[in-house]
């Protein structure tokens, strides 16, 4: 009798482990994504996209309106210049949905949920990037090595992409497009450099690791991207030819900030790095302000702000100065986003989902589901 | 301490992965065979274990005690396990290598899920996991999760005119059942708890480790497969497999 009583309890406790291990839809599985306009705050965090009031903090809406096993949440959303908020599911629901802020019904639950404008359902694996829009294009990266090009004015509630081009590799990272050109990189060690029009692949060139932030273009008018094989490589965006131009001391995980001819990124080992594009120098030694550093820093007039895993967040002066730091808690993986006078900060493993901040750090508010 | 089991199941997975060209699926069935080596002990015990327990079916006085007390379980119970310690027969050692192999399927299903790296979170945690010094993580990422028709990261299902057909649970559910068959004990005795306890977890583990194959990612069923199958072949390259329990009424002698 006692063997049965064991065996049943390492089996049930196998699988309650299992099972929590297995990322069903709850929040903590990876790190929200988080976008702002100037009424709103939107956050992909688990089972649920919220829209929240930016004047105090309070829930407008969620989607969808209750839970739902297939959706998983956590690919930053995008606001259309029409006001649509753009997400994509990770769950076993592969789905791009464009939801209508303008639409807002309420539910039995006593909570409002969005219309859906439509959907693309072609894409058969996660959503960890965020969509790119160019004029009327929307151009999506998704985990199955495709780009999907979708037009954003053809008024169809189930989307058809328009051109769906095998890049290969799992696209993790959000497009960038210098008008004539869209860049991606892949965590299959590629940049790739796609015409705007035409949707040719115009080259594509490996570097040494994964590659799982965006690039970004500096004011030379080269692409820059940061890689797990802790270097800054640059490119040529009309050729591809490309060296590596900063070695920094762990993995570069997120797209560097452009500020004029500086950009800005951090490292896993916590370093900071203002990096010169006219000298090819850094501006100042690497500062390690707290913690490893996975979101991109945001840059603001007066200071850049970094977020670390410790939960801080810091405001540096362009001459690599700590101004000051404060404690949001949990850990910060995710970009903040800055939208008016208010920094919102979206950490893991804290009892709140989203805090704002004012601009010397100070929390206006806090948002958690229900408030 | 338990990030540093995971970490080490981590590791020795990307090594094999990084010498062997790259393929997560024969990953696994390597790191499965380390496993049946490093816990070659217990199965032998285990064995043993099984061999005197079965011996013990046919032993007199055993069968004396199940006949005299077969209407005082109490009794019965300590008169057994007075059997037990002179002969020095541990009625555990026969299923510890059952219980051992919980952790190492969950510490094996976070290492896949971990080294897959399927979230930002999980590559993120991959990058604190890696201990031996020689491996070159960011050249690794990322891993093939590929293997035959399966994504390693993923449970498994064939479409079949339109249905999921979940051919690796299937799969895991009759070598688990074939592998404790073969090692069940035959008893003659229908009160006998030992031989009960073989029985019920020759039903209950096929069914819960097909569970795990049908909702778990498919490189843990690679494990299971390939754990059933070296577990038939040692006992039938010893000669201990018992192939007539497969058969129906193959327990009664």
New interface residues.
Partial sequence: ?R??V??IT??L???A???G???GPVRG???PGLAADENAAYLADGPYVYAIDLKDGRELWRYPADTDNDFVF?STPVVTPDGLVIVGS?GTNRSLIALNPNDVNLNSNNTNSPGVAWTFNEAKD?W?APPLVADDKLFAVNSDGYLYVLNLQDGQSTKKAVKAIRIG??L?AKPTTDGERVFLTS??HSVIAVDIETYEVLWSEDI???I?GSAVLGTDGMLYVG????QLVRFDPASGSHEPVLEAEN?I?SAPSADGDTLYFGD?DGNLYAFNTSTGKLNWPPIKPNGPI?ASPLIQNDHILVATESGFLFAIDRDGNVLWSQEVGGKI?TTPVASGDLILVAP?ETEFYLAALDQNGRQVWTFTQGS | MWDLFVSVFINVLLWIYDVIGHNFGIAIILFTILIRIVTWPLNAQQMKGAAAMQELQNDKEWQAIQKKYAKDREKLAQEQMRIYRERKISPFSSCLPTLIQFPIIIALYQSITQSLGSTPLDLLKLSRSIIFPFLNVPELIPLNSKFLWMDLGRPESIAIFGFGFPTLALIVAITTYIQAKLTMPVSANPNDQSAAMSKMMSIYMPLLLGYFALNFASGLSIYFITSNILGIVQYAMQGKANWRSLLPGGQKK
């Fill in positions: 009798m063997k049965k064991l065996f390492m089996a406790f196998a699988v482990l299992l099972s291990c297995a990322g599985t990876t790190w956590y990770s996660q960890v590799g799992r993790w965590l299959d040494e690791g994964a799982t890689s797990l094989a802790s993995w995980w896993l996975t993986y893991l």
